[in-house]
C-alpha cells in the first residue's frame, strides 16, 4: 500500500468568506461591552455614566438616526474630521472608483499620479508654499514638520503657545499646552510654551539663537481662543529676523472651517514656512494629513538620493487617501462649503450671542465660521451662585458637561464639552449645516438654558449626580 493509499485524504479547504453585514447584525449589539473588555474600559464607562451610551444606526450628512428612526443632529463633526458631513456622494463614488481600479498603490518604488495631484490641488490654495509630504493623521502632519523645521535650521528648540493642543504623540506632546495631557509621559522634547499673543515673551525666547520655530494654532480649540489681530503677522516678522520657522497647525481650522480655506488667512500677509492639515481632508473615510512647506525647506531635509526615506510613512499617500482628498477638494469648490460655513457661523454665532444678556449664566461666545465657543461664567443672583458653587467646587466644566447632556438627551444634538476644566462647550459642525439646523440648535440650547435659570428640575439633579462623580473619581 502506498503512502498515498494509507492515509485519507483530506477534502479541500472551502473558504467561509466574510460578510459584514452578517457580523454586525450578529454581534453589533455587543458594541459596549467589545469596548469594555478589549479597547479602552474608561470609554464605555463615561460613556455610560453621562448618559451618552447611544446606538446609532446610520448617518447622513450633519444627521444620525438611531433604531427607533429618530434622528440627531452632529454639532460635533468627529471632533472635524466630517467636514462634508458624513457619506458624501462624491467622496464615497471616488473611493468605490479606486478600489474598482486596482491600481498598484504602495509599491513605495513608483511614482504613482494621485499623490502628485493631490498636492498640486492643494498647493493652489497656499501659492506661497511649495511641496507637500502626506502622512495619515494630524499629529503626524506635526510630527513632520516639527523635524522639517529642526533639521532646515539647524536647531532644536520648538516653541508653542500655553492650552495649545498639536496631538498626543510623542513629538507633539512636546508641544501640547495641557498638562492633564503630557502627565506621566516625560521627559519629552525639550520645547517651551509662551502666552497666545504675547510677542515680547516670543522675541525674549528667540533672542536665545536656539530656536527653530513656533507652531501655532490661528484659533485654539481648547477653549476657542483666537490669535490676536495682528500677532500672526508680527510673530511671522520677528521668527524670520531670527531665523525661524512659522508653523501653522491648521488640522482643525484648516479646510474652510473658519470661513476661509485656512484660518490663517483672514490676517493679511501671513504666509507660515510649514502648515498641517488633515481631519476635513480625508472626506470623513480615509485617514489622510498632509504638511505643506517651502521648497527650501523640502530640499534641506531631503538633500541627497541617500536621505530619500529620511522621513517617510508607510501608508502615506495610498490611492484611497489621496482619492478621498482629491475628491474632498472638488466638493468644497463645486458645492461652495467654504462660503456656507462663514454664512452659516456668523449667523449660529449672532444669534447665539444675542442671548448672552439674556442668561446669566452665559458669559459669552466667541469664534470665527463653524469654530464656536460658548462659554459660562459665574452667575450674579443668590439662587443659581449658590448652585454654580457647589459645581466648581466638585471639579471645574461640570455646568458645561450639564448643557451638554440634555442636549443630546432631550433635544438630540450631539455637542461637546472643549476641553477638560473648562466652562465653554466647542461647535464644529460639518461646514455643510443650513439654517434650519441653526434653528433647530438656537431653540435647544434656549431651551436648555431657560431650564438651568429656572433654578430646578431634572438638569440640576443631574448636575449633583456629575458632582458625586467627580468627587468618588478624587
Known sequence: MTPSESQP????????????????????GERYDLHTR????????????????????????????????????????????????????????ALHDVLDAGLADLTRFDCQPLPGLLAEKLLTYSPHLDRVFFGNSGT??????????????GRPRI??????????????????????FRDGFAPLLPDTAIPLGDLDALERELKRGDVA?????????????????????????LLHKHKALLIADEVQTGLGRTGDFYAYQHEAGVEPDLLCVSKALSGGYVPVSATLGKDWIFKKVYSSMDRVLVHSASFGSN???????????????????????????????????ALVDRYELLREVRGRGLMIGIEFGKPTSLGLRSRWAMLQAARKGLFAQM??????????????????????????????????????FVEAFTAVMDDAHGGGGLMWDFGRTLVKQAVANR
Open 159 to 180: 516653541l508653542y503657545c500655553s492650552h495649545a493642543f498639536h496631538g498626543l504623540t510623542t513629538g507633539s506632546l512636546s508641544v501640547n499646552g495641557e498638562d492633564g
Open 319 to 353: 490611492a484611497q487617501a489621496m482619492a478621498a482628498g482629491l475628491a474632498t477638494l472638488s466638493v468644497m469648490d463645486d458645492e461652495g462649503v467654504v462660503a456656507n460655513a462663514r454664512h452659516t457661523g456668523d449667523l449660529l454665532r449672532t444669534r447665539l450671542a
Open 403 to 440: 448643557v451638554v447632556v440634555p442636549l443630546l438627551q432631550r433635544h438630540r444634538i450631539l455637542t461637546q464639552v472643549s476641553g477638560d476644566h473648562l466652562e465653554v462647550i466647542k461647535l464644529i459642525p460639518p461646514l455643510i449645516i443650513d439654517e434650519s439646523d441653526v434653528d433647530r
Open 38 to 93: 478589549h479597547l479602552n474600559h474608561q470609554l464605555p464607562r463615561m460613556l455610560h455614566t453621562i448618559g451618552f451610551d447611544k446606538v446609532y444606526e446610520r448617518a447622513e450628512g450633519a444627521h444620525f438616526w438611531d433604531a427607533e428612526g429618530q434622528d440627531y443632529l452632529d454639532m460635533l463633526a468627529g471632533f472635524g474630521v466630517m467636514g462634508l458631513g458624513r457619506h458624501h456622494p462624491v467622496v464615497r463614488k
Open 140 to 153: 503626524e502632519a506635526v510630527e513632520t514638520a516639527l523635524k522639517f523645521a529642526r533639521y532646515a535650521t
Open 9 to 28: 485524504v483530506e477534502p479541500p479547504l472551502v473558504a467561509k468568506g466574510f460578510d459584514l453585514a452578517t457580523l454586525l447584525a450578529e454581534r453589533g
Open 213 to 237: 520655530g513656533l507652531i501655532v494654532e490661528p484659533i485654539q480649540g481648547k477653549g476657542v481662543h483666537e490669535a490676536p489681530p495682528g500677532y500672526l503677522r508680527a510673530a511671522q516678522d
